[in-house]
């Protein structure tokens, strides 16, 4: 899909929204990651021994998520992407840089002033096992916005629990049961219910489908679309498989040991990959046909990703990359369009791959 | 219901027939297997594909005895000896020399408290009389071959200082040092990072080629299967629904469930769209329906096929291409299993 | 989009589970059994009491003592046989059992009590709270249980209320440790994390979300911790600490047994064995309660068959 046809698209399926509170327009930054740091100090063992390792999870990310569009966060593990997501959502405290929501400056907010703002972000948790307390009833479970923001007390809530039952496609008799009762299929619709309940703007989606089965991840993955066409959501996206991504998402952010590597609009990156991880990464996702399996490239990388406790100098890929030069171990390359690409698509690189170049059989002196 | 082999004339390396595996739960008799024959020759690759609760696991761990508090009944030849009629100390000679495995979780699977070189020289030790100093420059040589950077350094070291990919490579270290006929992985990929995947399925197609070692690749991942496998199982509730040879699978599937499986499957070399999925959920494997166990959920079912199972049965025409499938089966009698 | 149930197996919360567990569960049953004994011995001391016309202060110094002034053994009015003032053991003890089962379950619950709530603080806000909380625990535990009751009782004197206190002041640290670990794991799971991005205070997520799981590992506990609360009450109305004489209780039975064992062997034995059974009882149902409440057995089984695979 071009750029334009996608915005297009955002406005169309935005406007049939009659969301007063939201101000920011379909198309419009409803987040906004301005330079985010999120460092873990690490602790060592001794009893007044001050720590100076660091864990660098997030280093300088800059990101919007449009209002109506869904944004997809792809990396491996150790990328940051998980840790990125909690920043947004507030269950992290950055170390530096900024969140806006819809316009609001929410960096500082303090636990009450946020109460307003969770109520518009929500978010669905990768393990349908963990993320539901097993000694609670589901209906007491998704009910709890209700009760946690005095929208609904006690009978009032029943049938609106019901409702999103329903809509999420569970049998709403089941009110009174537990967890384990459900299969990990329908634990998932069960968050996904508790997660829609106050009609947020914004969910952030964590590796929604990766632990459920095969037959099971297509279901999950409609029903995300359904709900964004009827309700109007934006979606922040993770996962680590590339595969379910070009499935769901409008605009993809590769991330690498804490900062974007590539950011485009999603058929973009699939058919015109321009940094050398992205490409290594398309390479390796498993295709289920034999034949398109032997004929594309195959690009095998060296090594494994080194840690976040001391990411490499300059361009943090380097190491591992096939094309290094002096110049990336020294120069850490900011994001910006590769010649002849379209200001959507961005790739931190210095030197990008063109369209032909095969990233196995070319070094960085080969380039005309 | 013969199994074919790959090589018809040739024994097989490991031929099961018939295997039932059931646990007793309070609630009733759990049939996590329910009558599957398969067959390896030396040297193949076998995939074996199938979500949680077909089976898969269960089976191959069974096999080698790991399975406890369970009936089984049927056999597994191994060489022509039943694995199942074989007491402890028999399998324990088996499992390392004729069959090794190679788990999911490489973490789980190593002690955390013995250096891997050790682990390595124990197991060598434990079944040929060689001295320690063989058995570990064998152990320094195994590393090497797995890929794994200045093994000689690498070999005093704890399984907590290598990362996932690298250690998955220990474990298969390990797994050949003692030059199996057989590798059995389960899920050996499912916990790592898709670029360490790639180098581990790479690794193993090496393992195939260069040591002639047999592979009975066990995984919920197409994908996986079609780079490396040469004959596919597709389970299902405890039974085999398809078996073919790997291209005939992915070019011409013919039970509903793999059908299923491949559109429900998102791709990332085609443009996104809405996906397919397969409606309904995993059976429960103790009540269980009559006849075929995908019927619940297909969409082609047909009258009989909630009361009679199919039978593995070759496609008419592809002989070496089975499906348990009324819409493609040519035996006409009924055959049912296990509970109405 | 069809909801489709797959379950054919009966749909059972935890708790339901646990006591369905229980109820198979033969070693339960007869500890169970024993402790309902227990209780009814106590509740019933009066009816004994009247049933065999003693009371538990009444001395028989005629019919009670022998011509040499020691107790006699059991015979058909003193089932059990007589102490050393010719009182009647079987009586004692039954009002005995009411100071060991009050001391030993109030004991229990005010530790249990005190012990969670510190504990599932500390293990939520982290932080200095935790240190000093966690401080606070370890010098209570490293504080000696008998110097410290002997001191207390110097200044206030033994009773009944003092033992409650004192024992409960000894154990609360140890649950709270227990709780604290448990609260820890459980604040890095989901569902935590999903109460945290709905906005829930930290009251409502210590309440609802952090209690009902480690109610489990609690009520496990507490059936561990009464027969230790029992035992030290015994040892404390043994060195005269607990209740004031002439009021029974095994404890104070038992010390003043010690130096008639050679010639009265009822006399130790039967508050000595009162005494094990109670506690063996109390472990051994302890033990299948935290069996039945296992949360690694919680799922339905229809799903075994699923991890295995």
Request: charged share 20%.
């Amino acid at each position: 899909m071009l750029a334009h046809e996608l915005e297009r698209e955002i406005v169309h399926r935005g406007e049939r929204l009659t969301a007063a509170h939201v101000s920011a327009r379909p198309g419009e930054p409803l987040v906004s990651l301005e330079r985010v740091v999120k460092e873990f100090p690490v602790k060592s063992a001794g009893l007044f021994s001050r720590s100076r390792e660091k864990v660098h999870a997030v280093s300088d990310v800059s990101l919007e998520v449009r209002r109506g569009e869904t944004l997809a966060l792809v990396g491996e593990t150790g990328c940051g992407k998980s840790t990125l997501a909690r920043c947004v959502m507030r269950l992290h405290d950055v170390t530096s840089g900024k969140v806006v929501f819809d316009g609001t400056d929410i960096t500082a907010a303090s636990h009450a002033e946020l109460q307003p703002f969770r109520r518009r972000m929500q978010m669905v948790f990768q393990d349908p096992y963990g993320s539901l307390n097993p000694r609670r009833r589901v209906g007491s479970i998704i009910g709890d916005p209700f009760d946690i923001h005095r929208l609904a007390t006690g009978a009032e809530r029943t049938p609106r629990v019901q409702e999103l039952m329903a809509l999420v496609g569970l049998n709403p008799e089941h009110y009174n049961r537990f967890p384990g009762d459900f299969s990990g299929g329908q634990r998932q619709r069960i968050g996904i219910a508790r997660a829609i309940a106050l009609h947020p703007d914004l969910i952030v989606c964590d590796e929604p489908v990766s632990a459920l089965d095969v037959s099971i991840r297509a279901q999950i993955l409609n029903l995300l679309a359904d709900l964004q066409r009827e309700l109007g959501l934006t979606y922040l996206f993770i996962s680590h498989d590339l595969s379910v991504i070009r499935h769901v998402s409008n605009r993809v952010a590769v991330m690498y040991l804490g900062r974007v590597v590539e950011l485009a609009p999603v058929d973009d990156l699939y058919e015109h990959a321009r940094h050398p991880y992205t490409r290594a990464l398309l390479s390796a996702i498993p295709v289920p046909d034999p034949d398109r399996a032997a004929a594309r490239e195959h690009v095998v990388l060296s090594g494994d990703p080194p840690s976040p406790l001391d990411p490499p100098s300059g361009c943090r890929f380097h190491p591992r990359c096939p094309r290094a030069a002096a110049r990336c171990a020294s120069e850490a390359p900011r994001l910006a369009p590769a010649p002849g690409d379209a200001a959507e698509h961005i790739t931190a690189c210095h030197f990008p791959l063109a369209d032909h170049e095969l990233l196995a059989t070319t070094t960085v002196g080969q380039r005309a | 219901m013969t199994p074919v082999s790959a090589h018809p004339g040739v024994a097989p390396l490991l031929e099961v027939r018939d295997l039932r595996v059931a646990f007793r739960t309070p609630d009733g008799l759990l049939e996590a297997v329910n009558g599957l024959s398969f067959s390896v020759a030396r040297g193949q690759v076998l995939g074996i594909v199938g979500e949680s609760g077909s089976g898969k696991s269960v089976a191959t761990q069974t096999m080698v005895g790991l399975t406890r508090g369970a009936r089984v009944t049927g056999e597994a030849l191994f060489e022509g000896q039943n694995l199942l009629a074989m007491s402890p100390d028999q399998l324990r000679a088996v499992r390392g020399r004729g069959i090794a495995m190679v788990f999911q979780n490489p973490l789980s699977s190593l002690h955390p408290l013995y250096r891997i070189g050790w682990q390595i020289v124990e197991m060598i030790q434990a079944h040929e009389q060689v001295t320690k100093a063989q058995a570990r420059a064998r152990a320094i040589e195994l590393l090497g071959l797995v890929g794994i950077p200045h093994p000689s350094r690498r070999v005093d070291d704890y399984p907590h200082q290598f990362s996932g990919g690298m250690l998955q490579r220990a474990m298969i270290a390990m797994a050949l040092a003692l030059n199996p006929r057989l590798l059995v992985a389960d899920e050996p990929t499912t916990a790592l990072d898709v670029t360490v995947q790639a180098q581990i399925i790479r690794l193993l197609g090496r393992v195939q080629q260069e040591f002639g070692t047999a592979i009975i690749l066990i995984t919920h991942d197409l994908g996986v299967i079609a780079e490396v496998a040469d004959q596919v199982i597709v389970m299902y509730a405890g039974r085999a629904m398809e078996v073919a040879p790997r291209r005939e699978l992915f070019r011409a599937p013919s039970h509903p469930y793999t059908r299923g499986l491949l559109h429900a499957m998102p791709r990332a070399d085609l443009a996104g769209g809405r996906l397919t999925p397969i409606p309904g959920q995993p059976p429960s494997l103790i009540a269980r329906p009559a006849g075929c166990p995908f019927h619940p959920r297909c969409t082609e079912a047909a009258d009989r096929c909630g009361h009679d199972t199919p039978p593995l049965d070759a496609l008419p025409s592809a002989v070496h291409h089975l499906s348990s499938c009324w819409l493609t089966s040519s035996s006409e009698k009924s055959y049912i299993v296990g509970n109405a | 989009m069809n909801p489709t149930t797959n379950t054919t197996v009966r749909s059972r919360g935890p708790w339901a589970l646990a006591l369905e567990r229980l109820r198979h569960d033969r070693a339960a049953i007869t500890a169970g059994a024993t402790l309902v004994g227990v209780l009814l011995l106590a509740l019933l001391a009066p009816v004994i009491a009247s049933l065999v016309g003693h009371g538990p202060g009444d001395q028989f110094l005629d019919i009670g003592l022998s011509s040499s002034g020691i107790p006699i053994g059991p015979n058909r009015t003193f089932l059990l046989g007589t102490d050393s003032l010719g009182r009647d053991v079987l009586v004692r003890i039954a009002y005995g059992t009411r100071v060991s089962l009050l001391v030993g379950v109030l004991a229990s619950a005010l530790a249990v009590l005190v012990g969670t709530v510190v504990g599932i603080a500390a293990g939520w806000y982290g932080g200095l709270v935790d240190r000093a909380l966690s401080r606070l625990m370890d010098v209570v535990l490293s504080l000696p249980f008998l110097v410290f009751a002997l001191a207390l009782v110097a200044v206030v004197g033994p009773s009944l209320t003092i033992s409650v206190v004192v024992i409960a002041f000894f154990t609360w640290a140890s649950v709270g440790r227990i709780v604290r670990a448990q609260a820890l794991s459980i604040r890095e799971l989901e569902y935590v994390q999903a109460a945290r991005t709905l906005g829930a205070s930290h009251r409502r997520i210590m309440f609802v979300e952090i209690l009902p799981n480690v109610t489990a590992s609690v009520i496990v506990y507490t059936t561990l911790l009464i027969p230790g609360a029992i035992t030290g009450e015994a040892t404390l109305s043994f060195l005269g600490l607990s209740v004031v004489p002439p009021t029974p209780s095994w404890g104070n039975m038992l010390a003043d047994a010690m130096a008639y064992y050679k010639v009265a062997w009822w006399f130790v034995f039967f508050p000595g064995a009162a005494l094990l059974i109670t506690t063996v009882a109390f472990n051994v149902l302890g033990d299948s309660v935290r069996d039945a409440l296992d949360p690694r057995r919680d799922t339905a089984s229809h799903r075994s068959g699923e991890e295995a695979a």
